[in-house]
């Protein structure tokens, strides 16, 4: 399958933020009536100010393995980048529109404009600008000329955002330029972080910048003092990939003196790298490991997948002498998917040729769900070779949705053939989506998905085509829904409101507010809310509050989901000034259930704000419930000393 290269400025930004990856953990809400500032910063103890990144506790910036602050905007001062011209990069990044040498030399430039810049303005501007589109992501190219520059203030700078993806960016730029140059300082840094995940992925930038010099030390301080595998196993695979291709023999032996999680993780990496070059090596390597127990890893799987690529034969002998039948299955189905991507006729040949009808239909799935090669050939077989059930149909849609991403008119005439049934359904669906967003006459389409016997198939095929029409010209979408049925215009009608509102939610308001049947009037409008409050979220609120109360229930509620998702802070500051509704007590049960994980008492608090008694009495109990799950004894006290009996009796027996 062809795909759109990614911009190569997203992927230096990938490449600088190696250890960081995983989610983002999300804002936390302050209480109703809580200061508003401190909404902002949160209430983390994990901000240690300039003194504290110092070895000794001295605030200096110009301590062992930190430069001097350079003065902002000392060389090249007509050169630096302001806010706007630095967002407009942001969102241009964000869209996918740059890459190839066009990205190589926007990247250069602003790298050499950063240096030019004033960096606490410019970073303190762009967060007093709010949420934009692509910002996040850019921000960390900004923090991390920032830290170079000067990583005291930029690490209390970090300190100050709200929790977010932003702020996550930052203090994993920080971490990343101060590990270059003293690990040791990076990981003491990392340990005062309070919030577990951010305290895994700094810990883990620091030790990968660590394992490029010296992969020794770097799994000393990941395996320091017991790590445990939410912190320090987290960098042992990489440090492993990097030690063996420097030298393979000492990784092996500093592997062998590791056990557990830790142990398989390091071995793993090892196989991983040694089947790149030397599979037989690998191989010898796997098979000098041991037998896996029960819930392990068998290595012999790794190399018998790189193997296959360079001598199937050979890898696929080597798979046969697996002993437990299922690493077996799995070796040789592995084995005959990385062998289709050279030579897709011998793999599926082989497949076919297999005489266990067990053994043969894992292959034909395993190909289907990765194989491009000639797809009338392996329908041909699936049909031929696997008898009817779950594996049969998950063959046919993985073949046909594969296929629709390259071809979808030759898809959608081979798709005619198949019987009724989930796989059917899949295809068409798939088949109609990526014609449609092709196709020049969508009308083709519509008639193709008309045409369709009457089902899911059917159903869902037209659902595709219309919400892909409304993208390109939602007035013609519009027209066309006179053609369907009724019950099927209902649910083309929701179709249109969600492709229409990628492009454009305040037209699909307007236009929603004249349907005359609620609950496409309702689905319509929380579908452009939900699309405006991913890129502005202020506008979809002022929106909200206009939308009459049956309406503005569901609109708000997922308004609010949305934008605590990215500013948790925000969200909950604009809800405290709703009045009392019933839509504000639901979208006060979203938040809650947002913040739940992070901040239990929080989350109850705004509970206990909810208007409606009964619903303020089953969100607390429920949330309740879930704090008694993840810390029973806090969880347990809390309950004791605030709920009624009644409830008490109900959440603790």
Partial sequence: MSSQPLPLI??????????????????????????????????????????????????????????????AGSSSAAKAITAEQFQALAERISSGGMWGNAAMREMADLQERLKASDLPKLAAEIVAAGQKPGNDTSFYLLMAAFAEKDPIAAWAFAQTLPPGQRRQNALMSVIGNVAAQDPDRALAMANELQDPQARRQAKSTAIMALANKDPRRALELATRGGANPEEGEFSISMIFHQWSRKDPEAAKQAAAQLSGHAGEQARMALVSSMAQSDPKAAWEYANSSGVPTEGSVDLRLQVVNAWAQTDPKAALTAALSIENPRSRTSALTSAVSSWARNDFPAALDYAISTDNSSLRADMLVSLSQSSTGNREKLLEAIYDHMPPGDNFQNAISAVLNSWAREDPASAAAAVLDLPPGRAFASAASQIASQWARSAANKNDVLNWAKSLPPGDGRRQSLNSVFSEWSRADPNAAISALASLQPEERNAATRAIANGWSRQDPEAVIAWASGLTDPDQRRSSMVSAISQMADGNPELAAAQVTRLAEPDREAAMKNLVERWAAKDTSAAATWLRSQPASPARDEAIGALSRKIMNEDPLNALAWAASISNERGRTQQIDALARDWLRQDPQAAREWITSNLPEESRKKILR
């Fill in 10 to 71: 997203l992927v230096a930004v990938s490449a600088l933020a190696i250890g960081a990856g995983g989610g983002f953990f999300a804002g936390r809400a302050t209480a109703p009536g809580s200061d508003a500032a401190a909404t902002a910063r949160g209430k983390e103890s994990d901000s240690p100010r300039s003194g504290s990144i110092t070895s000794k506790g001295e605030n200096n910036s110009s301590s062992p393995g930190f430069s001097d602050t350079a003065t």
